[in-house]
């Protein structure tokens, strides 16, 4: 569900920070959070040990139910502050490498393969030719392809197609002079209103989302030197295109 009232507030409060105190801020909140956070962990630990000693057969079911959701809410939201860190941090380096973009994608596709399987969901691949020389991050390219695809997987949930009529399309190729990737799929699409919000950090339409994985995917393109559209029909779903070319801007600045 979108909270807007809080999603604005937030906006508001960050835009009235300076933006180099950004960084610092960021690092106090998420250490505020994970000391409990640890500590929450630590002793649901102790107390799954101690389940072991519950006689009851039933209940100690029950109780070891109760414990695991705990523990999947708590690895959830170190995810969410990795996220926060991620889209705050100022980056002055970006790694990058000439390793093949379609082997890249090949192997984070089947690392994505049983989940989407899991959701009736089928994900496909067309490698194009790109643009010979183009340096990459590659670990930018899986981290942003990972959120984009996990994006599809769950809009596809909420659409009325049926299990097995789900799908994920991934392609790259060369447009414009530039390399890009393209992940779509044919879920129920997203309006025009929302179009012009999902990259705001903390904006969500799901009721479990952070708000936090697009904005962190166009961060991260945007380092690259490259830059992220979208295109959506609700009859046809939606289609993510990431373009991006040889050398990033801090790289370019770097050199001058």
Same mark, same amino acid.
């Not at 835009?15 to 801020?25: D, K, N, R, W």
């Not at 989940?115 to 030719?129: M, N």
């Not at 197609?161 to 699409?189: K, L």
């Given at each position: 569900m979108?909270?807007?009232?809080?999603t604005?507030?937030?906006?508001?409060?960050?835009?009235?920070?300076?933006?180099f105190?950004?960084?610092?801020?960021?690092?106090?909140?998420?250490?505020?959070?994970?000391?409990?956070?640890?500590?929450i962990?630590?002793?649901?630990?102790?107390?799954?040990?101690?389940?072991?000693?519950?006689?009851?057969?039933?209940?100690?079911?029950?109780?070891k139910?109760?414990?695991?959701?705990?523990?999947?809410?708590?690895?959830s939201?170190?995810?969410?502050?990795?996220d926060?860190?991620?889209?705050?941090?100022?980056?002055?380096?970006?790694? &990058? /490498?000439s =390793? +093949?973009?379609?082997?890249?994608?090949? *192997?984070?596709?089947?690392? $994505?393969?049983?989940?989407a399987?899991?959701?009736?969901?089928?994900?496909?691949?067309e490698?194009?030719?790109?643009?010979s020389?183009?340096?990459?991050?590659?670990g930018?390219?899986?981290?942003?392809?990972?959120?984009?695809?996990?994006?599809?997987?769950?809009?596809?949930?909420?659409?009325?197609?049926?299990?097995?009529?789900?799908?994920?399309?991934?392609?790259t190729?060369?447009?414009?002079e530039?390399?890009?990737?393209?992940?779509?799929?044919?879920?129920p699409g997203?309006?025009i209103?929302?179009?012009n919000?999902?990259?705001?950090?903390?904006? &969500? /339409?799901? =009721? +479990?989302?952070s708000?936090?994985?697009? *904005?962190?995917?166009?961060? $991260?393109?945007?380092?690259?030197?490259?830059w992220i559209d979208?295109?959506?029909?609700?009859?046809?779903?939606?289609?993510?295109?990431?373009?991006?070319g040889g050398?990033?801007?801090?790289q370019?600045?770097?050199?001058?």
């Amino acid at each position: 569900m979108v909270d807007t009232q809080s999603t604005q507030e937030l906006t508001r409060i960050s835009s009235e920070i300076p933006s180099f105190q950004m960084p610092a801020l960021a690092a106090g909140i998420v250490h505020e959070i994970k000391n409990p956070l640890a500590a929450i962990h630590l002793h649901l630990q102790m107390l799954e040990a101690s389940l072991l000693e519950v006689s009851d057969e039933d209940l100690q079911q029950k109780l070891k139910s109760r414990v695991d959701i705990i523990k999947k809410e708590v690895l959830s939201l170190n995810e969410v502050l990795q996220d926060f860190i991620h889209l705050i941090r100022s980056e002055r380096t970006v790694r &990058t /490498t000439s =390793e +093949d973009l379609n082997n890249i994608l090949s *192997a984070v596709i089947r690392l $994505m393969e049983p989940q989407a399987r899991k959701a009736g969901t089928q994900i496909s691949f067309e490698p194009g030719e790109l643009r010979s020389g183009a340096e990459i991050h590659a670990g930018f390219i899986k981290q942003m392809v990972i959120n984009l695809i996990l994006n599809a997987v769950q809009a596809l949930q909420k659409s009325e197609r049926p299990s097995g009529e789900r799908e994920v399309r991934i392609s790259t190729g060369q447009e414009n002079e530039q390399n890009f990737i393209r992940i779509e799929d044919n879920g129920p699409g997203i309006s025009i209103e929302d179009q012009n919000k999902i990259f705001e950090p903390f904006f &969500t /339409t799901r =009721e +479990d989302g952070s708000g936090l994985g697009l *904005a962190l995917v166009k961060k $991260m393109i945007t380092e690259m030197g490259g830059w992220i559209d979208v295109s959506s029909d609700p009859r046809q779903g939606t289609a993510f295109t990431i373009y991006f070319g040889g050398k990033t801007a801090l790289q370019d600045s770097e050199n001058e």
